[in-house]
Structure formats: C-alpha cells, structure tokens
C-alpha cells in the first residue's frame, strides 16, 4: 500500500493518517466518513489521489479499469471519491455504493478526458448517467440537515453530503454563498426576536413564520450552519492553492517616491533616516525644521505605518503627538544622538508642550528615528 507523508509540522494538529480497526455502526458512518475525508482533503494532493485509486484498482478492480486510470491526467482524478479508496484500503467499511461510485467517477473523468483529445472526429452524442450539480440542491440537502438537527437527529458533514452531486471549479464558493443565505435568515430571526417591538410587517412574518423554534434551537442551526461555511470556504481554498501566483514585490522607493522630507539639514549637521525604512514600521520620530516641531508616529498595531503618496498612514491618532523645540540648535541634535528606544521615549516625555500629528510630511521635514 502507498505510503502517505503528511506534512511532520502538522501532525501535531491534524493527527496521524485515519485507520478502523473497529467496527462502525451504522448511525455512525455518515460522521465517520466525513471525518475521514476532511482529514485527506487537507493532507493529499493529485499525485497521492492516484497512487490511493491505483491501491484500489489492483486490489479491487480489473487490468482494463487500471489502465483506463493511468490514461487521466492529475487534474481530473476524482480526489473525494480517491480519499473514500484510501479509506476502505485502511480498514472503513465503504459502502457498496460508494464503492461503485468509485469507478463510475474514474470512468466520467476519463470520458471527459477523450472528448477533450479528440478534436478532429465528428462530435457522437454518448449518454451517460447525470450526475446533479452541487449548487442546483444546496440548499434543499442543507434544509434538510436542518430539518433533522430540529428533528434531533444526527447531521451530516457538508463533506459526505456533496458526494451524490458534481462539484465545478468554483461551485465550493457559490455553495458557500448559498449557505450563507440561509443563515442570513435566522440571524435575523435573532435580530428580530430581541427587538420585540417597532418590527416590521417582513419582521414579523419571518417571527410568526419560526415561532415553534426555541432560541436555543435557533442558535443550533446557525452553529450548523456556521460550520457548513467554514468547510466549504476550506474546500475552496484548497481547489485554488495551485492557481495562485507568487505576487512580485513591491519596490520600495516606488512606494516612497511621492514623499516630500529633507534629506540633510546643513544647519543642524542631522540627515534623515532612509524613508523605505517608514514602510511597516511602528513608530517613527519626525522634526519640521520649519515649524519647530517634533512629531511621534505610534503606529495602530505592530508594523502598521507606512507611506501613501505624501503621507504617513496606519498611525493611532490617539496615541501619536507632536511637540514645539524651544531650543532647537541644542534640543534636536541632541535628541538625535540617542540610540536607545527607553532614552529616545523618555526624552521626549520630558517636554512639556504637546499637540496633534499631521499625516502628510513637507520639504522641511528631517525622519529622525523609525522603529
């Protein structure tokens, strides 16, 4: 059997790859299930799906169903349907539909795939068995998990019910969306049974229209539905990892050059610190050799500020300040020549003026200290 590596920093987390050496009980399948394959969408990638179909096909399949799967290319192998062989290989007790579920997928994929090879021969109408799109039943297979959550019944995993249903490449999304629709309207069932009073005719209808719920039951379905959301938008994420390209970085001295300062004040003998360095930092020290002002950037969290054309944003207008150089021959210089962040800090505590920062930065202005 094929052995899987998953990731050693995550196991911590994820655990070891399942096994079931026990038996499960029939009201226990559903949720074993999807257990199971929650664990291998997160872990497996396209070359371990095939090498879990190939285990299969050779321990439960024919030469001709084992060569029809070598000629699929990664990205069409069915990965659900390659996690529940896996599964069954490690000890599950796979149902027998799932099971011919298994090779009806790998037969579909590969149908697909000569449709797509074959170009140059006349177009011949196959027929094959239709299997429901996703998004056309979201939402009747997530009200009815709703329904038997109020019945007080087991639910079922988003994970094992999209199995009887096609799932297109962005269709994890739009039944994300779906769901999310659903919630909508017991979140303001919520809203609307604290209001109590001043509601509208819409609010309540939808009032009256839940009214054999309980609050408790209501906020169970939107746990429910909640945890649908998450798997779902989880589901997306991984499909769309190898579409994603690496973002080029940004040059730095584009992002600055918009920004006016004073790169030496020959009076003062003092020259500003590099302005690429203002990019996520935390706090900066600035002085306006024309207003006399020395100004303290804090930023709103670590590595919050940084340059937007002429300006500093991303700072704590509460917590930054600026304050008046009565002295500035003596003050400045010396305030510059500290190195320390406490000294830097307390220094400028001692000053008895204070007032308010401007965002943007002048011609006159020297960068003095940047954290």
């Excluded at 290989?89 to 090779?103: T, V």
């Excluded at 970085?249 to 004040?265: A, E, F, M, N, W």
């Excluded at 950037?297 to 930054?320: C, D, M, N, Q, R």
Aim: charged letters at 30%; aromatic letters at 8%; hydrophobic letters at 30%.
């Amino acid at each position: 059997m094929y052995n899987l590596k998953p990731p050693v920093a995550e196991l911590k987390f994820i655990g070891s790859e399942p096994s079931w050496t026990d038996p499960v009980l029939p009201e226990k399948y559903e949720y074993e299930l999807g257990k199971g394959l929650n664990w291998y969408s997160y872990v497996a990638d396209k070359k371990d799906d095939r090498q879990f179909l190939i285990d299969w096909f050779k321990t439960n399949g024919t030469k001709d169903q084992l060569s029809t799967l070598q000629k699929i290319p990664d990205k069409y192998l069915p990965g659900t349907y390659a996690h529940c062989a896996r599964m069954a290989m490690r000890g599950f007790p796979l149902s027998d539909h799932h099971k011919e579920k298994i090779w009806l997928r790998v037969q579909e994929e590969s149908t697909r795939k000569a449709e797509e090879d074959d170009t140059t021969k006349p177009a011949v109408i196959k027929v094959q068995p239709t299997i429901p799109l996703a998004i056309d039943y979201i939402k009747a297979v997530v009200c009815d998990q709703i329904e038997a959550l109020i019945a007080d019944e087991k639910t079922i995993p988003i994970e094992t019910l999209l199995l009887e249903f096609r799932v297109l490449n962005n269709h994890h999304s739009a039944c994300c969306k779906k769901v999310q629709e659903i919630r909508a309207e017991y979140a303001e069932l919520q809203e609307n049974r604290k209001k109590k009073k001043n509601l509208t005719d819409w609010e309540a209808q939808l009032v009256e229209g839940y009214r054999h719920l309980d609050n408790k039951t209501v906020k169970e379905i939107i746990k429910l539905l909640d945890g649908y959301i998450e798997d779902l938008t989880k589901l997306q994420i991984k499909k769309s990892v190898g579409k994603i390209r690496k973002k080029k970085p940004t040059d730095k001295r584009k992002i600055v050059r918009g920004l006016k300062y004073l790169v030496k004040d020959t009076t003062l003998n003092i020259s500003s610190e590099d302005p690429t360095t203002l990019i996520n930092c935390t706090e900066v020290y600035v002085y306006d050799t024309k207003t006399r002002k020395l100004s303290n950037y804090v930023a709103e969290y670590p590595g919050g500020i940084t340059v937007k054309g002429a300006s500093l944003i991303g700072f704590s207008e509460t917590k930054s300040s600026s304050k008046t150089m009565r002295k500035p021959e003596q003050q400045v210089p010396e305030f510059a020549n500290k190195k320390r962040k406490g000294d830097i800090t307390t220094w400028y505590k001692d000053i008895k003026s204070k007032g308010t920062v401007r965002p943007r930065l002048t011609a006159t202005t020297l960068i003095l200290k940047v954290f």
